[in-house]
């Protein structure tokens, strides 16, 4: 009954009937309570988004597997400190982390968020050591800025512990060795609570295992809650299970398929191994020898009422009883039955490749079976020589036996040696491209732009066309400020995967700075369907109040998000923003530093706290945050002219210059760290260069009015009156913001006034 209720249970999860799951596991853990039951109860509460009851479940038990799934619990429900505890008990320092690579890589997300980044690392770069395919790890590996460690682990050092990793697999698992020659008997394969012929009747699961006992269950996180024998190999190599019929009629199959011959006939004439003593089903003891008419009684029993056809034999649906499938060969006697075939092989694992097989094992004795049945002068034979003749000639069919059978045991471990290979050619092939996607991503993260462009060409054209790839390529061009190629990369990937949303936050961004209304509004309502749910949805809708400045309406937006995900930064960041836009710094210092907390990375959130204390004339403090943020990002032009900016605030002109001409060179297409340097040369009364690089700016920006005022303010301090006064009409034409126009006007009005003056003014 309980490994029928397991299996039910198992057979809910795989169709995600979870509420039918929850059911029966609680049925279950009522009839059967145990650790294992429980931990399977937890794994439904836990598929069905109700962390908080398996936590009641799964709180003080102590074997790896529940540790591992109530961190899991803990982590979701943001209790950090008890999944840590969970994961490493202070008590125990030396245990070690459950789960192996999906241990290491929860525990690493713990101390990133608890802000533990160098024990982070260590973590991440343990859990892909451990599994070169864990790409979350090496994801976070690259957010937390672990450039060396993460360009490591793809290296040639990943292919050579895949290729061990594989061998060791091979050599373990699926090699014929001198341990498969003691395998147990087809009867001790299930547990105690299911006999043979309870397991006949069970069904057939849809993954090829046999529902005994210990069917398996994957809980959350992956975790192998229940496994048979047969599961460990079938979750690498699909090896053909034996159809319902086959099932229905005959006897389980031994655990290991691996079986050599030499078992039984190695066994001398008067040795009567223990397997061998036993019949099958409805089949009764015989006698070691038999004389010549019952042996022909025996073959017309046997060949004329359940032999199948040739043809029978190798179709893949045939099957042979058990009680047909006795065969007079070995080193036990010519007469003695067995349930066992040649080699080990059960009867009930007969495929077309075993009933093949069979010619080749019998050509041992006799040219055809049923000739050596009718010829009974070979056992007259046998009973008139001595004890020392019968045990010459056993001995010699024994090693006959063995010689016919050895290329089979060849072929077949050829043949699983030969899937193994390409199982590790495949894995091998998945490396190479995880290569190219750490590669790209690790650029990403480090904020290489061109270099990541580069390395996403490099893709084959049906991988670059999809959801996270043509992401990644918008975020590569938004942070290059390019926001016409990044609206196309994100509006392909919306064509491509209209359901994807992750990056969908920084495409509404993008279509904010490009102030497309009616676009950003559209995105906006369509992620709403999608999903009312993702933190994604409720960005674009506050980028969508924040372009109509309905700042108060955004900021809400951008609140809901945060509670949906406490953990995503960029709403944070948008919070920020608003604040500032409402001129509520300290609202919004406050919002920055909680985005800085999760990611210390952030630069977004540098910036914004730069910008707050540069509008509060904390200049010092400015530029600290400024320069956090170009060491985060250097290949940034904003982040250079705002950091420029704060430098000739502090009167540091010539490292202001600088840092605004490393600006120009990253982004000639930026207006805004050439109009800069023109102002720090107007400081440094350099006025004919000031205008020169005006002129260039006047090319790149014709309707910015404070280029316009900024000219009028230079040829007023070289005393041209009339060409400062013509250049401020034409600023204030351009129909300038209301502090614009303010400022404009006062400088006409001070047109005739000397700079002594007005600077005293």
């Avoid at 836009?581 to 919004?588: K, S, T, V």
């Amino acid at each position: 009954m309980e490994s029928r209720m397991v299996e039910c249970v198992n057979y809910s999860l795989r169709l995600y009937m979870y509420s039918n799951a929850i059911f029966i596991s609680e049925r279950l853990c009522a009839e059967y309570p145990s650790e294992k039951n429980s931990q399977l109860l937890a794994s439904c509460y836990l598929r069905n988004n109700q962390a908080y009851r398996a936590y009641s479940i799964l709180k003080g038990t102590q074997s790896p597997q529940s540790r591992y799934l109530f961190a899991l619990v803990c982590f979701d429900m943001g209790l950090l400190r008890e999944a840590e505890a969970a994961l490493c008990p202070l008590n125990e320092p030396s245990t070690e982390v459950p789960n192996g690579a999906a241990g290491h890589y929860l525990l690493g997300k713990i101390y990133r968020y608890t802000d533990r980044r160098k024990i982070a690392i260590e973590h991440f770069v343990q859990a892909v050591s451990l599994d070169p395919l864990l790409w979350a790890a090496y994801e976070e590996l690259c957010i937390l800025g672990a450039e060396e460690e993460a360009a490591e682990l793809y290296g040639d050092s990943a292919v050579f512990r895949l290729q061990q990793q594989h061998q060791l697999e091979l050599s373990s698992q699926y090699l014929p060795s001198t341990d498969d020659r003691n395998m147990p008997s087809s009867r001790s394969s299930y547990s105690n609570d299911a006999s043979p012929r309870q397991a006949r009747l069970l069904p057939v699961s849809s993954g090829g295992e046999l529902p005994a006992g210990h069917a398996s269950a994957s809980g959350a996180g992956n975790i192998t809650l229940y496994s048979t024998p047969f599961s460990v190999n079938m979750s690498t190599y699909s090896t053909p299970s034996p159809v319902p019929s086959q099932i229905a009629t005959a006897a389980p199959p031994p655990l290991n398929r691996n079986v050599q011959a030499q078992q039984n006939s190695t066994v001398t004439a008067g040795e009567v191994s223990p397997r061998s003593g036993v019949n099958a089903p409805g089949q009764a003891p015989r006698r070691k020898f038999i004389d010549e008419g019952k042996l022909r009684k025996v073959s017309g029993r046997l060949f004329s009422e359940s032999a199948p056809r040739r043809s029978t034999r190798l179709s893949g649906d045939a099957t042979l009883p058990v009680s047909s499938s006795v065969l007079p060969v070995g080193g036990n006697g010519s007469g003695n039955s067995s349930a066992k075939l040649p080699g080990g092989l059960s009867s009930t694992k007969m495929n077309a490749s075993s009933s093949l097989r069979l010619g080749t094992v019998c050509k041992g004795h006799s040219s055809t079976i049923e000739s050596s049945f009718e010829d009974g002068k070979k056992y007259e034979a046998l009973e008139d020589s001595g004890p020392e003749d019968t045990a010459v000639n056993s001995s010699r069919r024994a090693g006959q036996v063995i010689m016919d059978d050895e290329p089979r045991i060849r072929n077949r471990s050829s043949g699983l040696i030969g899937r193994g290979s390409r199982v590790a050619e495949g894995s091998l092939e998945l490396l190479g491209l995880l290569r190219v996607l750490g590669e790209a991503f690790r650029h990403c993260c480090m904020h290489r732009c061109k270099e990541a462009l580069q390395v996403f060409c490099k893709l084959p054209h049906h991988q670059y066309a999809t959801g996270w790839v043509l992401c990644q390529v918008g975020k590569t061009y938004f942070e290059m400020v390019d926001y016409c190629e990044a609206e196309r990369a994100f509006s392909w990937a919306r064509r491509v995967s209209p359901y994807y949303l992750e990056g969908m936050d920084i495409y509404s961004t993008v279509l904010y700075h490009m102030k497309e209304e009616m676009k950003l509004s559209y995105l906006a309502q369509e992620l709403n369907a999608i999903d009312r749910l993702s933190p994604q949805a409720w960005c674009a809708l506050g980028n969508c109040y924040s372009l109509q400045k309905d700042h108060e309406t955004a900021l809400k937006t951008f609140q809901r998000a945060i509670q949906l995900d406490s953990h995503f930064t960029y709403a944070h960041t948008l919070c920020g923003h608003e604040y500032v836009a409402m001129e509520e710094f300290e609202n919004g210092i406050t919002c920055y530093r909680s985005a800085l907390r999760i990611d210390p990375r952030h630069y977004n959130a540098w910036y914004g706290l730069g910008m707050i204390y540069l509008r509060q004339e904390k200049y010092d403090f400015a530029e600290h945050h400024f320069r956090t943020a170009f060491l985060i990002n250097p290949r940034s032009s904003v982040l250079m002219c705002y950091l420029g900016m704060a430098l000739h605030a502090l009167k540091r002109n010539e490292e202001a210059l600088e840092m605004l001409d490393q600006a120009i060179l990253a982004d000639a297409k930026n207006p805004l760290p050439i109009y800069q340097k023109a102002n720090v040369l107007l400081s440094n009364e350099r006025y004919n260069e000031a205008l020169e690089e005006l002129e260039l700016l006047k090319e790149v920006a014709p309707r910015e009015s404070s280029v316009y005022s900024l000219i009028g303010k230079i040829y007023k301090r070289l005393n041209m009156p009339e060409r400062a006064m013509y250049h401020f009409g034409l600023a204030l034409d351009l129909k300038p913001s209301t502090a614009d126009v303010a400022i404009i006007k006062s400088a006409i009005e001070k047109l005739h006034v000397p700079d002594d003056i007005e600077d005293h003014l």
